[in-house]
């Protein structure tokens, strides 16, 4: 279980890394914002540990005005 946690927790930093780099991507944003819900369940609680960097996008998305973002 700990090792499952440590990949989880790498891939997790891998992406808010490359989407801290690329906050207005749109084709990344719309991905992330589709397909991110499985790994948030998948790790539970450690998310928690990563709302630092995980809030300021979502807060920047929120705002965003294109409609594929607005139906997410």
């Known amino acids: 279980s700990t090792?499952?946690?440590?990949?989880y927790e790498?891939?997790?930093n891998e992406m808010l890394g490359h989407l801290e780099r690329h906050p207005r991507s749109k084709?990344?944003?719309v991905s992330w914002l589709q397909l991110i819900?499985?790994?948030?369940n998948a790790i539970g609680v450690i998310i928690?540990?990563?709302f630092r960097r995980v809030f300021p996008l979502i807060f920047k998305w929120l705002h965003v005005d294109d409609d594929k973002t607005?139906?997410?």
């Not at 090792?3 to 990949?7: E, G, L, S």
């Not at 819900?37 to 948030?40: A, G, T």
């Open 3 to 7: 090792t499952f946690v440590f990949w």
């Open 10 to 12: 790498k891939v997790l």
């Open 27 to 29: 084709g990344l944003r």
């Open 37 to 40: 819900e499985p790994v948030f």
């Open 48 to 50: 928690v540990a990563h």
């Open 70 to 72: 607005v139906l997410l």
